[in-house]
C-alpha cells in the first residue's frame, strides 16, 4: 500500500469541482466523521470579552503597511484558550481565517487548531472573526462563532491533514466602546451576515498540487494584514503533526501565531478581491535548516475537506439570542 504521502504526489492532480452555494436542507445530518460542536460561551459575552485594551495586548506588534488590493473577507479571529483562566493574557490566542461562501452566508473557513484544543481535547472560548482587522479597527463588524465544524480525525486523532474548520457564525455586531476608568462599555450594533458585508471566497478540492495561489493572514498575532504568493508543491512527511498530505508554497508567516487558518487561495483576482480557496495555513516550515520559516503548508483539500464545508455550509446560525 502507498504511503498517504507518495499518493499525493501520484494521484492527486485531478481538475477540481467548484462549489457554489450548497442544495439540500438546512439543518440536514451531518456525516458521522462530522465533529459538530456549538460554542459554549454566549455570542455578546464574546464580543464585549475583547475590549479594545484586549485586543491591543493580544495582537501586539508595530502597525505595517497591508498589502494593495486585500480581500475584506480576510481577518482576525480571536479566542481564549478552554477550560483556563480567560482573564490572564497568557491563554489569549489569535489566527487568521475568510469568510467562504455558504448558503447562508454565514461561514468562516480557517485551521481546526485554531477552533479546538487537542491537549485540553475542547473547542476554545470566546471566539470571535473580525474581518478586515486593521490596528484595532473593525470596519464589518465582529462576529462570534456559533457552530465550530472539524473532522474528527483531527479532534480525536490529532492528525494535522485534516487540520481545517468550518464555523457558522453570527449575525455581526458593531461595538461602539466608552471608557470609565478602567472598565469599558460597549453598546452594541447589529450589523447583518457576513457575507452580505463582506462577500465570500469560493470553495474548490482536488485540484493540482501546483497552483499559483495566494497566502493571507496576520503573522505573529500582527496588526495588519499581510500577503505571500507562490506555487505549490508536496511537502515532506511532518512526524510531529503526522502530516502525510501537506501543499506549502514559500512563505515566511508563522503558522502558531496569528497566520494559522490564513486562506491559500488561487485564482486571485484583485479587482475583485476574491478567488477560490485551496487550503488554509496549517504548519511553518524551515526547509533550509537556517533557523527561520521559509514555506508554509495546509492540508491537501479532497472530498474529506469538501464534507465538512457542504455540512457547514447548510447551517444556518439565527439570531444573536
Known amino acids: 500500500m502507498k504511503s498517504r504521502a507518495r499518493r499525493l504526489t501520484t494521484t492527486l492532480t485531478a481538475v477540481g469541482l467548484t462549489a457554489g452555494s450548497i442544495s439540500g436542507a438546512a439543518g440536514a445530518t451531518a456525516p458521522s466523521d462530522v465533529v459538530a460542536r456549538n460554542a459554549t460561551t454566549p455570542a455578546e459575552q464574546a464580543i464585549l470579552f475583547w475590549t479594545p485594551d484586549r485586543v491591543r495586548l493580544a495582537t501586539g506588534g508595530a502597525k505595517q503597511s497591508k498589502p494593495v488590493n486585500a480581500p475584506r473577507t480576510v481577518g482576525l479571529v480571536l479566542f481564549t484558550l478552554p477550560r483556563t483562566d480567560p482573564r490572564d493574557p497568557r491563554n489569549w490566542r489569535s489566527c487568521s481565517a ?25 473547542f476554545h472560548d470566546n471566539w470571535v472573526f473580525i474581518p478586515s482587522y486593521e490596528d484595532g479597527k473593525a470596519p464589518y463588524g465582529i462576529y462570534a462563532a456559533k457552530t465550530f465544524n472539524t473532522h474528527a480525525d483531527f479532534a480525536v486523532n490529532e492528525d494535522y491533514d485534516y487540520d481545517y474548520a468550518f464555523v457558522n457564525v453570527h449575525n455581526g455586531i458593531k461595538v461602539s466602546w466608552t471608557k470609565a476608568g478602567r472598565s469599558w462599555q460597549g453598546q452594541l450594533r447589529n450589523a447583518g451576515r457576513l457575507g452580505d458585508n463582506v462577500g465570500g471566497q469560493g470553495f474548490t ?28 508543491r508536496p511537502m515532506p512527511e511532518a512526524r510531529k503533526y503526522n502530516a502525510q498530505e501537506h501543499v506549502g508554497l514559500p512563505c515566511a508567516f508563522t503558522a502558531g501565531a496569528g497566520a494559522g487558518g490564513g486562506p491559500f487561495l488561487s ?25 527561520r520559516y521559509d514555506h508554509l503548508s495546509s492540508p491537501y483539500f479532497n472530498g474529506e475537506t469538501y464534507k465538512i464545508y457542504k455540512a457547514a455550509a447548510n447551517r444556518w446560525t439565527g439570531d444573536i439570542p
Not at 105 to 115: E, G, I, N, P, Q
Not at 269 to 283: E, F, H, I, M
Open 98 to 122: 475568510t469568510s467562504v461562501r455558504s448558503e447562508h452566508r454565514d461561514l468562516v473557513a480557517t485551521s481546526a487548531h485554531c477552533v479546538y484544543d487537542t491537549r485540553r481535547n475542547a
Open 267 to 291: 485564482g486571485y483576482k484583485s479587482a475583485s478581491r476574491t478567488g477560490y480557496l485551496v487550503g488554509v495555513g496549517s504548519v511553518a516550515w524551515d526547509t533550509d535548516g537556517d533557523g
Open 205 to 232: 478540492w482536488n485540484r493540482s498540487t501546483k497552483l499559483s495561489v495566494s497566502s493571507f493572514g496576520y503573522p505573529a498575532g500582527g496588526r495588519t494584514m499581510k500577503r505571500c504568493s507562490g506555487k505549490l
